[in-house]
Nanobody, 121 residues
Framework: QVRVVESGGGLVPPGGSLRLSCAAS????????MGWYRQVPGRQRELVAR???????NYADSVKGRFTISRDNANNTVYLQMNSLKPEDTAVYYC???????????????WGQGTQVTVSS
């Protein structure tokens, strides 16, 4: 019942900044956590940042100090502020919403369509 849609991707030079948005709809009260993941062709999808319903955050070591995940409860939106971007940050970024009912199960939750982020000169 929860749906997410990403936006904000684009082309940015190394050292630049970009902000991704994830708009959620549906039964939002059922969401345990929302996170940003990224995937590069030939590599498995990896966690970039996550925020739980109580506000706790978690980041991949590679983005700590550069990326910040936040949420706007009034607008049902989660953001990923990306600063000091590097070429290795280039990937398709996906938003994920994990429901409480999926905890302890293989249910991956809801995924968005993805938004392309390209860091290049």
């Amino acid at each position: 019942q929860v749906r997410v849609v990403e936006s904000g991707g684009g082309l940015v030079p190394p050292g630049g900044s970009l902000r991704l948005s994830c708009a959620a709809s549906g039964r939002l009260i059922n969401i345990y956590a929302m996170g940003w993941y990224r995937q590069v062709p030939g590599r498995q999808r990896e966690l970039v940042a996550r925020i739980t319903s109580d506000g706790a955050t978690n980041y991949a070591d590679s983005v700590k100090g550069r990326f910040t995940i936040s949420r706007d409860n009034a607008n049902n939106t989660v953001y990923l502020q990306m600063n000091s971007l590097k070429p290795e940050d280039t990937a398709v970024y996906y938003c994920n919403a994990r429901p409480w009912a999926s905890l302890g199960s293989a249910d991956p939750g809801s995924w968005g369509q993805g938004t392309q982020v390209t860091v290049s000169s």
